[in-house]
């Protein structure tokens, strides 16, 4: 149980373009997601943490208009990278938990590789 | 604020021997505490966890850990490595009440025939 799947896994674009991320729970309903930024050799760092129906909330110095994140359902959470650069290339990261959950536990997608050429 | 150390980048340990990768956190009440491992170019997947009771806590794959209070530490341990345990391992930390979690920047397992 508490499967977590991330589409695409890998993807390639072009500087300037938008690329979205999906992030969803299979088999439970996740009432908070967060996304994650890796960069090789380094640790996860948090960018935001998103309620569904709600508007996501930032770390510091995490651009929200650069990094659009939706949770429209208990199910699905996106995150759109707008206007694409090449060091915006990274592992991303999503997780996910659900309420009763008083133990922090969060369960992580398989993560996307994004490249901007 | 809580934190996570984890003091060594790189660890290489032969096939066979045991294993054990330091943590240590700072966090002023009794933390929520995980290990997790990744293999290149993938997710998270979670070793075992520690919220409260017994200290020495069993994981999947043969780990186990053993929380500290005294020492603010929660180690990482494997009698006997495999060379499919050639990853890397993040120390997380959570608190009461909050959703988040902290890592640790990460300690590389290589292991050699």
């Known amino acids: 149980g508490a499967v977590v799947s991330q589409h695409p896994s890998w993807v390639i674009c072009k500087s300037g373009t938008s690329v979205k991320i999906e992030c969803r729970s299979l088999d439970f309903q996740a009432t908070t997601m967060f996304w994650y930024r890796q960069f090789p050799k380094q640790s996860l760092m948090l960018m935001a943490t998103?309620?569904?129906?709600?508007?996501?909330?930032?770390e510091q110095g995490v651009e929200k208009d650069k990094f659009l994140i939706n949770h429209a359902s208990l199910t699905l959470s996106t995150l759109t990278v707008t206007s694409a650069h090449p060091e915006d290339s990274s592992f991303y990261i999503c997780s996910a938990t659900f309420m009763g959950n008083s133990y922090n536990e969060q369960f992580f997608g398989p993560g996307t590789r994004l490249t901007v050429l | 604020a809580q934190s996570v150390t984890q003091p060594d980048i790189h660890i290489t340990v032969s096939e066979g021997a045991s294993l054990e990768l330091r943590c240590n956190y700072s966090y002023g009440a009794t933390p929520y505490l995980f290990w997790y491992v990744q293999s290149p170019g993938q997710g998270l997947q979670l070793l075992l966890k520690?919220?409260?009771?017994?200290?020495l806590v069993q994981g999947i794959k043969g780990f186990e850990a053993e929380f500290k209070r005294s020492q603010s530490s929660f180690n990482l341990r494997k009698p006997s490595v495999h060379w499919s345990d050639a990853a890397e391992y993040f120390c997380?930390?959570?608190?009461?009440?909050?959703?988040?979690?902290?890592f640790g920047k990460g300690t590389m397992l290589l292991v050699s025939p």
């Open positions: 997380a930390v959570g608190a009461r009440g909050y959703s988040t979690l902290t």
């Open positions: 520690y919220f409260s009771g017994d200290t």
């Open positions: 998103s309620n569904e129906g709600s508007k996501a909330t930032y």
